[in-house]
């Protein structure tokens, strides 16, 4: 079970990660065949679904995303914690409010993610 002490300290890393734009740090959060979807997925990479599997795909979008937007910074608003997900509410890029879920496997790695943003 992920304890809000578990959920937050994932939180903090993870935005930490972010801000200093480090995706092999970001990156080690994840399985290798993770799911990733977003509404960015279609705008950035032409992906209709707004998914993607896959380190090497996922990397390759936020490469670009980090190219889009080299100012990125994001600021923790709350966290939520279940049994195998956490949920972080955040500031993202262009100031934009967006709540992204995590559903985490047995070694507590996250294997899909999917971003909301306002």
């Known amino acids: 079970m992920l304890t809000k002490e578990i959920a937050t300290e994932f939180a903090q890393d993870w935005?930490?990660?972010w801000n200093k734009h480090d995706?092999?740090?970001?990156l080690d959060h994840y399985t290798d065949d993770f799911e990733m979807t977003?509404?960015?997925?279609v705008?950035?990479?032409?992906e209709p679904s707004g998914t993607l599997s896959?380190?090497?795909?996922?990397?390759?979008?936020w490469e670009?995303?980090?190219?889009?937007?080299?100012?990125?910074?994001?600021?923790?608003?709350?966290?939520?914690?279940?049994?195998?997900s956490v949920?972080?509410?955040?500031?993202?890029?262009?100031?934009?409010?967006?709540?992204?879920?995590?559903?985490?496997?047995?070694?507590?790695?996250?294997?899909k993610a999917i971003a909301h943003y306002d």
Not at 23 to 26: I, K, Q
Not at 65 to 84: A, T
Not at 94 to 104: G, H, R, S, W, Y
């Open 15 to 17: 935005v930490d990660s």
């Open 23 to 26: 995706l092999d740090r970001v």
């Open 38 to 41: 977003t509404p960015l997925i």
């Open 43 to 46: 705008s950035l990479m032409n």
């Open 54 to 61: 896959g380190k090497d795909r996922v990397r390759n979008y």
């Open 64 to 84: 670009k995303g980090l190219e889009k937007y080299p100012d990125l910074h994001f600021q923790i608003i709350d966290v939520l914690s279940s049994v195998s």
């Open 87 to 111: 949920t972080i509410y955040y500031t993202s890029v262009l100031n934009k409010k967006a709540v992204e879920f995590f559903l985490f496997n047995e070694q507590g790695k996250v294997y």
